[in-house]
């Protein structure tokens, strides 16, 4: 702002100066161009040197011309005196200062209304756009140290309105991400310390049926036999115990909210083309995709696109930078989207568990990720009713989203 306020000063200043500058030159008297009247008195002047008789008709300045006699001097216009062979004459004339005036009040009005209009834009800069924009510069900053409390106050402003509305939306789900992490956290904690306190029942059951074995405190087989039937079964009430902890690591611990809808597959690819095109030809990718029938799909959109993009940065990150296509096909009602990458390196042998959560095959030993990626797909495409799929084809990675047709 304060830059825009500098700004905002020298064009003050620069039109201050038109205005002075522009009246200064229109005061000034610049010779004949601003006395026409001595035009016409020389033309007079020329005609009597000529020996014709002086006409007036044709002068706008010059109101008479008259001999020397008494009163000659008297006069109560502006005049100018001749000699003319011998004889003085005088012309009587008005300087037409209605005419400069009229000029000055005209370019003073355009050069008003130049100025106030410039003013007004830079008014309607400064409060609708500058300002309202100014309010959301330590937005970022506040977010970033976690302080996701201060609302965005929502407006109108033609320019900013939706921008302040979806920082404002970030904001909220940024907020109640961080309370579903803290109840899951919370909810785990205490999950694990239930079953950690009930794990120590049959444990110490097990522990003191080994303790009097140790000690021959059963002599019969069928006492033995016995507690060693307790034994199993405390160790496959652990076991159970166990697998509820397993199973609780592997719950959904994604907020994924799908809204069902309907929507154009050219709408899906075209949100794919617009981003990936320019970005794959800065790599040196060689990129296509295939030509298709536009029909309805269900689903949503927004998560469509998600799952897609997943698939993309997948081909590029493990992929050979080579070459990536996106083709179609139709099946039982449903359009097949597959992405396919060169340079497969994954093993045969892990093409099953490449949808697993927090699963990373051993192509990924040197690239950053957290192996949730194509998880996170699977579960997409599950809840909108879809599938996806894996398979290699003579050295090519191919991922397809199945879409169900409206």
């Not at 009040?105 to 100025?115: E, F, K, P, Y």
């Not at 579960?379 to 397809?400: P, S, W, Y």
Request: charged share 25%.
């Amino acid at each position: 702002m304060k830059a825009f306020n500098r700004i905002s000063a020298l064009v003050i200043m620069v039109i201050l100066a038109v205005f002075i500058g522009a009246n200064a030159w229109l005061l000034t008297d610049h010779g004949d161009s601003g006395r026409p009247y001595r035009v016409e008195i020389s033309r007079l002047v020329r005609e009597m040197e000529n020996g014709r008789t002086p006409d007036l008709s044709a002068c706008a300045y010059v109101s008479a011309v008259t001999e020397y006699g008494e009163g000659f001097y008297n006069s109560d216009s502006d005049y100018v005196i001749h000699e003319i062979g011998g004889e003085l004459y005088r012309f009587d004339y008005c300087t037409g200062g209605d005419d400069r005036t009229g000029l000055i009040v005209t370019v003073n009005s355009i050069l008003g209304i130049m100025a106030a209009t410039i003013l007004v834009v830079m008014l309607y800069v400064r409060f609708k756009i500058l300002q309202p924009f100014e309010k959301l510069t330590d937005v970022p900053y506040e977010l970033s140290k976690g302080n996701l409390t201060a609302p965005v106050k929502e407006t109108k402003n033609r320019f900013f309105g939706r921008f302040f509305w979806g920082v404002d939306l970030l904001r909220e789900n940024m907020e109640q991400q961080k309370e579903r992490e803290l109840d899951l956290q919370r909810d785990r904690k205490m999950l694990l310390l239930s079953l950690s306190h009930d794990i120590k029942t049959p444990l110490s059951a097990i522990k003191l049926y080994a303790k009097a074995l140790s000690k021959g405190l059963y002599k019969s087989p069928e006492k033995q036999l016995e507690i060693a039937a307790s034994i199993g079964a405390k160790a496959d009430e652990i076991e159970g115990y166990v697998s509820q902890i397993i199973t609780a690591s592997r719950e959904d611990f994604l907020s994924l909210d799908v809204h069902m809808g309907e929507f154009y597959l050219s709408e899906l690819v075209t949100k794919i083309r617009q981003y990936y095109t320019e970005k794959l030809e800065l790599i040196k990718t060689d990129f296509s995709v295939a030509g298709y029938a536009d029909c309805l799909l269900n689903g949503d959109l927004d998560r469509s696109v998600e799952v897609l993009q997943n698939i993309m940065e997948n081909a590029i990150k493990y992929g050979d930078g080579k070459q990536i296509a996106i083709q179609f096909s139709e099946e039982d009602g449903c359009i097949l989207v597959t992405i396919q990458n060169s340079g497969c390196s994954l093993a045969e042998t892990d093409l099953p568990h490449i949808f697993d959560s927090f699963w990373r095959g051993a192509n990924a030993e040197h690239e950053k990720g957290s192996g949730l990626g194509l998880y996170i797909c699977r579960q997409l495409m599950h809840k909108m009713n879809g599938e996806v799929f894996a398979e290699i084809r003579d050295g090519f990675m191919c991922i397809t989203a199945v879409f169900g047709k409206v």
